[in-house]
């Protein structure tokens, strides 16, 4: 093999649960990931529990004002201190025997408890995690030695400074989808353009194919691109200037003069992720260029499902085991690289 057509990753990383265990521990704990907007959690009580990755977690805003991030798990018998899905609540009342815990996370009540049975409360307090904002997206990490959110963001924050910034526009709507593929599956059609003109032929239409100049920045922790939408096909939806960002792993960012979307692509299972992209918008600005927002949602769902479809048969395709791996091009395919190269590097010394 050449040296410039590298090697895909190995088919079986694909489906395989024990790379999914290893992918757990050394990529998705060790990574921010959004998982809520600050406008959802603007209250004291407001709250919002998802999956992230293996683990249940819980974000709410706290009596002090002070937005605090749990493990959903409770200190008895691991029980679930809330459903899946937003809501307010003064106290966490855990779902199982209703063991008590104020939303800092202290444990308060133990109902059921007889004399004899006392436990000592502050040794059971919830499990916290780190919870972090930026331009109104509010993220969590798993690990205490990761860096801080900026640093994690690193060069996206300087270079999206020229795009206004999400409290000034109108929070827009959101797509939610469960895409039954592997998270690489989506990484690696996610960050090239190769497949633009095939798979997307409206948006294909509206850009020039050297406007797909997909680049590694900071040794491919993102990879991005400048978007000169041209509106070649008469597409006013896309019509201006932006920024696209993939951030290792699972964070999609594009900005642009009116409107920025952000999307988080979520491991849930081997064979399945779960997508959610939210949409702010400047009315105004989007107005005088004559772009309807609603337009532009339904304009950005349809290039989500073509990208869905397209790697829910490529993953039908690496399930089959036909195919052991293939090549990239280093010219069309450099973001897909970079990607492949990070996971390699975080799980390469991991296996046996
Ligand atoms: S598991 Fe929570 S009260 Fe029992
Ligand atoms: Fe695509």
Redesign the pocket.
């Known amino acids: 093999m050449s040296e410039s057509t590298p090697t895909t990753i190995p088919q079986s990383w694909y489906s395989c649960a024990d790379i999914f265990a290893l992918e757990n521990e050394y990529i998705f704990r060790k990574h921010w990931w959004m998982i809520a907007r600050e406008d959802q959690l603007a209250n004291a009580g407001d709250y919002v529990a998802t999956t992230l990755a293996k683990w249940p977690v819980v974000i709410i805003h706290d009596q002090q004002g002070i937005l605090r991030g749990f493990h959903n798990v409770c200190r008895h018998r691991a029980g679930p201190l809330v459903r899946d899905g937003r809501g307010r609540c003064t106290d966490f009342v855990c779902q199982y025997h209703g063991w008590r815990y104020d939303n800092s996370g202290n444990l308060l009540k133990t109902p059921g408890l007889k004399a004899g049975e006392e436990i000592d409360l502050e040794e059971f307090s919830l499990f916290p995690i780190r919870i972090a904002c930026w331009n109104q997206m509010v993220f969590a990490c798993l690990d205490s030695d990761a860096p801080e959110l900026l640093d994690w963001l690193g060069d996206i924050v300087p270079r999206s400074a020229r795009f206004p910034v999400n409290n000034t526009m109108e929070y827009h709507g959101e797509i939610l989808k469960t895409g039954a593929f592997n998270w690489k599956t989506y990484g690696d ?2 960050c090239e ?1 190769y ?2 003109s095939r ?2 032929r409206n ?1 294909g239409d509206s850009m020039g194919r050297e406007e797909f100049n997909i680049k590694p920045y900071q040794n491919g922790e993102f990879v991005g691109f400048d978007v000169s939408y041209s509106s070649k096909s008469g597409d006013q939806t896309r019509d201006g200037k932006g920024f696209w960002v993939y951030k290792f792993p699972g964070l999609l960012l594009h900005f642009s003069e009116y409107a920025c979307n952000a999307e988080s692509v979520i491991p849930i299972a081997p064979n399945q992720v779960q997508i959610t992209r939210w949409f702010w918008v400047d009315r105004t600005l989007a107005n005088e260029r004559n772009i309807s927002p609603e337009k532009m949602i339904t304009s950005s769902a349809q ?2 499902d ?2 869905m479809e ?1 790697c829910s048969l490529v993953q039908r395709n690496l399930n089959t085991g036909i195919y052991q791996s293939g090549h990239l091009s280093p010219r069309e395919e450099v973001g897909t690289i970079y990607f492949q190269q990070l996971v390699r590097n975080a799980l390469e010394k991991h296996l046996r």
């Open positions: 059609n996610s353009g497949h633009v798979v997307h948006l290039v989500m073509e990208d397209i």
